[in-house]
């Protein structure tokens, strides 16, 4: 037995004759295949025989290893981006940071992971299967953030459950909730500015028209979100480093108590029966505030990708869509194609558009010109009993819970 040539730690007493065996050690690979600056990731057997990943480093020359996941949310750390003078690796999902000798953050009160002894033994090398120091999750996200999340999986029980129990031939009879007063949510997108030059919404007018439509001839709850109101962060495309580290509700939220996406996702998952979403066009799209907010909707999407997880169930879209110039068609088809695959469905007539043509640049009439076209007032209505009529359907009619038993 050669000389043990590098060790990281000496504090514990082993017995090395057997590494590659007996003892609590394990084979890894020559130490020539980990090059200086690398990492790599192996799967090993610990004391119980459970099989735990590990995260090895070559920091210039010296060998490191601790655990492969994050506390957070399981990122790999081995492919964290090291910072070899001060031995800190960052998780590549959200940038949690640990420090690679002994797996504890470089903060105060952070979180830790287990860290392992390394030793090389005739250019071979090996990680003590005990963790020389037990990693813990400290840091709990903020009340908002866990409520949100807790609400969300009880809703979810309750669907399963739900779905368990009442499956009893076609139409199901008296589904959950059907017999409340139906809920409309509104969420307006314009980004006009009302504190410093006040000005009218076309577009915000129109929801206002629908929602109280609604509440008056079918006695729907409604509530309008003004997402100008709502500060909230853009997306930080999580999605594109790893599916898995987009996760719901939004790392984002999360991490910035002040992220008030939270509200989005509460109404819209957990509140609403029907969802209107009203925008301005804006050089031929819908408004930037729109996409700033769909972008942050990626984790209720991506719920289906990586958990197979349907966080919206029996819940009906329907658009208005106003504009000085054109393109209502393709505001529409850009809309409904993304709340489509959140699994939202549509009634007859799912948007409402209203554009005053090419020409007429004389955008401070817009609402006035609305106001006077009885056509966009009837065609509002029949958007909004479309809508109302195909909630009715969905939940009378358990359409969602059909469909993923069918395609599950
Ligand atoms: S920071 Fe590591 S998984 Fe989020």
């Known amino acids: 037995m050669k000389r043990i040539a590098n060790t990281n730690n000496n504090a514990k007493a082993k017995n090395y004759k057997n590494l590659d065996n007996k003892s609590s050690f394990r084979y890894l690979c020559l130490s020539n ?30 060998y490191y290893a601790i655990s492969n996941t994050c506390q957070h949310q399981k990122g790999p750390l081995s492919e964290g981006i090291i910072d070899s003078e001060k031995k800190i690796v960052t998780c590549p999902w959200h940038g949690w940071k640990y420090s690679v000798i002994d797996g504890k953050a470089p903060h105060k009160g952070g979180d830790s992971v287990n860290s392992y002894e390394i030793k090389v033994v005739e250019d071979k090398l090996y990680v003590d299967s005990i963790p020389t120091n037990v990693g813990t999750r400290i840091t709990q996200p903020h009340q908002a953030y866990s409520s949100l999340d807790n609400s969300v999986q009880q809703f979810l029980n309750h669907m399963d459950n739900d779905r368990r129990l009442e499956v009893k ?84 939220s999360e991490m910035d108590k002040e992220d008030k996406m939270i509200v989005i996702y509460e109404k819209v998952i957990l509140w609403a029966d029907v969802v209107i979403v009203a925008t301005p066009i804006r050089w031929g799209n819908a408004s930037s505030l729109y996409y700033q907010m769909i972008q942050r909707m990626n984790c209720v999407q991506n719920q289906i990708i990586t958990h197979d997880t349907y966080l919206i169930r029996d819940k009906v879209a329907a658009f208005i869509i106003t ?39 004389d955008t401070e009439n817009n609402l006035n010109a609305m106001k006077d076209n009885q056509q966009m007032q009837q065609d509002l209505m029949r958007t909004m009993r479309g809508a109302l009529e195909m909630s009715r359907l969905v939940k009378e009619n358990r359409y969602d819970e059909r469909v993923l038993s069918k395609s599950g």
Not at 207 to 230: C, G, H, P, Q
């Open 323 to 361: 504009g000085g110039q054109d393109n209502v068609q393709h505001v529409a088809g850009e809309l409904m194609m993304f709340w489509s695959e959140l699994g939202f469905v549509f009634g007859k007539f799912p948007f409402v558009g209203w554009s005053r043509g090419w020409y007429a640049e």
């Open 169 to 252: 031939g076609e139409g199901g009879g008296g589904y959950r909730n059907v017999d409340r007063e139906v809920r409309v949510l509104g969420i307006s997108t314009t980004n006009s500015n009302d504190k410093i030059a006040p000005r009218n919404s076309t577009s915000e007018a129109a929801l206002s028209y629908a929602l109280d439509y609604v509440k008056n001839e079918f006695r729907a709850e409604t509530l309008m979100i003004k997402l100008r109101d709502l500060h909230f962060k853009h997306c930080e495309g999580y999605y594109s480093k790893n599916a898995k580290a987009c996760i719901f509700p939004c790392s984002i």
């Open 33 to 62: 295949d980990l090059a200086v600056g690398g990492s790599r990731k192996f799967s090993i057997r610990d004391e119980r025989d459970k099989e735990i990943e590990i995260a090895v480093f070559n920091i210039e020359g010296k």
